[in-house]
């Protein structure tokens, strides 16, 4: 099973610009290599990741073969008030994950 | 193409690029993806900042990063952030969707690269205005000449 890494502080100021880096583990397979026997590998990438702060989202992004294994996203938010922000990866092959942060805003 | 080295290194890459030549993203197939986002629109130069490292050593783990000079208020902000590619076997890289609540408008993530080239990113704000901004980038071991073992 693939594993998320999720970096948010766990606290903040109200009105507080924080940084939110996430990290997954995926081989984010191209599409366009060929193994020892010059036969093409199949596509297996992670194609969105979806950001929703007490479920209100925040941030949203397509992802393409051009992306490294294991994708790092790394984004910026308002801390607003006292939550969950919860991460979702979805992509080919039925991938889905999801990761969920807690934040405390005072 | 004075020195030994330089001569290498030419001829590494055309090595490698005749590797991964089957299928390649050219300069066109790049504009169509971004007229595809952008639509008829005019791209302005500025506002943007790309950051990439403009010689790379390895083509698989490539950091970028994103910024696009905004006060990010609901009226005034930054919608998406786009970016392109020239050389790859696909012209897009990245598409995000981002708001209000980002608070500063930016993104950054580790891309892939096949050859030496050009990086756009290109943002759209909530005017509807496009900006852009490049970046030349020079590969020594490009992503597609890893192999599997």
């Known amino acids: 099973m693939a594993r998320a890494v999720v970096t948010v502080p766990p606290k903040a100021k ?54 490294s294994a294991n994708p790092l996203l790394a984004f910026t938010t308002v801390a607003t008030e006292t939550g969950t922000l919860e991460f979702k990866w979805t992509g080919d092959n039925d991938f889905a994950l999801t990761a969920t942060a807690p934040i405390a805003v005072d | 193409m004075n020195t030994r080295r330089e001569f290498l290194l030419a001829t590494g890459a055309i090595a490698l690029a005749v590797h991964c030549r089957p ?15 952008v639509g008829d629109a005019e791209i302005r130069r ?66 892939r690269l096949a050859d ?10 909530s005017d509807g205005s496009f900006w852009q901004a490049s970046q030349d980038v020079i590969v020594t071991v490009a992503a597609c000449a890893e192999e599997i073992s």
């Open chain 1, 14 to 67: 109200r009105g507080e610009i924080i940084e939110i880096r996430t990290l997954v583990g995926h081989p984010m397979e191209s599409g366009f290599r060929h193994d020892n026997f010059g036969r093409p590998i199949a596509r297996n990438i992670i194609t969105q990741f979806v950001c929703t702060y007490n479920g209100t989202e925040i941030f949203r992004a397509d992802l393409f073969p051009a992306i």
């Open chain 2, 116 to 125: 030496s080239q050009t990086v756009i990113a290109i943002a759209q704000l």
């Open chain 2, 23 to 37: 299928s390649e993203a050219t300069p066109a197939t790049m504009q169509e993806a971004i007229r595809k986002v």
């Open chain 2, 46 to 111: 500025g506002k943007v900042k790309l950051d990439l490292p403009p010689l790379i050593d390895n083509g698989n783990v490539i950091a970028l990063a994103v910024s696009v000079d905004s006060p990010m208020t609901p009226a005034e902000h930054v919608k998406a952030i786009h970016v392109f590619n020239e050389k790859n076997p696909q012209p897009n890289v990245i598409s995000a969707t981002l708001g209000p609540r980002a608070g500063r408008a930016g993104l950054s993530t580790r891309i």
